[in-house]
């Protein structure tokens, strides 16, 4: 199993148990996520509970919260909503930090490839959902959800350069 940690703060944010999409030129890793039912299981034992003098409240209160599960499996923390310039002083902070951190070949592909996701990200701002890795490192990369036309599931946005491939 493959997991990716966010080279910033070692954060894990993804596995490769969520297939990813590479967009803008590889900058971006496009990963859909899912609402699923965490909880209450039902289990059919066969028994017929009124039978046997149950009452009806009888048993465990059990409830069935929604999640979704990557961020329910890395323990994302969501943030708030970014304005523009707040979402460009993060952006200019981000790129300098993670710039140090990647071999010379990689830092002139993100150099040239970094403005295009920005201005993409920018394009969607108002719908996003902004989210840290588990540790809540300021620096750290940021991962972004947002709901395609139609979809009731959200699609998950990561920085492909921001994270590293770690074998479990």
């Given at each position: 199993?493959?997991?990716?940690?966010?080279?910033?703060?070692?954060?894990?944010?993804?596995?490769?148990?969520?297939?990813?999409?590479?967009?803008?030129?590889?900058?971006?890793?496009?990963?859909?996520?899912?609402?699923?039912?965490?909880?209450?299981?039902?289990?059919?034992?066969?028994?017929?509970?009124?039978?046997?003098?149950?009452?009806?409240?009888?048993?465990?209160?059990?409830?069935?919260?929604?999640?979704?599960?990557?961020?329910?499996?890395?323990?994302?923390?969501?943030?708030p909503s970014?304005?523009?310039?707040?979402?460009v002083t993060?952006?200019?902070?981000?790129?300098?930090?993670?710039?140090?951190?990647?071999?010379?070949?990689?830092?002139?592909?993100?150099?040239?490839?970094?403005?295009?996701?920005?201005?993409?990200?920018?394009?969607?701002?108002?719908?996003?959902?902004?989210?840290?890795?588990?540790?809540?490192?300021?620096?750290?990369?940021?991962?972004?959800?947002?709901?395609?036309?139609?979809?009731?599931?959200?699609?998950?946005?990561?920085?492909?350069?921001?994270?590293?491939?770690?074998?479990?």
């Amino acid at each position: 199993m493959l997991v990716y940690q966010d080279l910033l703060s070692g954060d894990e944010l993804l596995s490769d148990s969520f297939p990813y999409k590479e967009i803008e030129n590889g900058m971006l890793w496009e990963v859909e996520g899912k609402w699923v039912a965490q909880g209450a299981v039902d289990v059919d034992i066969g028994a017929n509970p009124s039978a046997e003098g149950a009452d009806e409240d009888e048993g465990v209160d059990d409830q069935v919260v929604k999640v979704v599960d990557i961020v329910d499996t890395f323990r994302l923390q969501e943030q708030p909503s970014f304005d523009k310039k707040q979402f460009v002083t993060y952006m200019k902070r981000y790129i300098k930090n993670l710039t140090g951190k990647l071999e010379p070949e990689q830092q002139d592909l993100f150099k040239k490839h970094i403005e295009a996701a920005t201005k993409f990200l920018l394009s969607k701002l108002s719908d996003l959902q902004f989210f840290v890795g588990e540790s809540m490192h300021d620096d750290g990369s940021l991962v972004f959800a947002y709901y395609k036309e139609g979809a009731t599931d959200p699609t998950f946005i990561y920085f492909a350069y921001g994270l590293k491939e770690v074998k479990c």
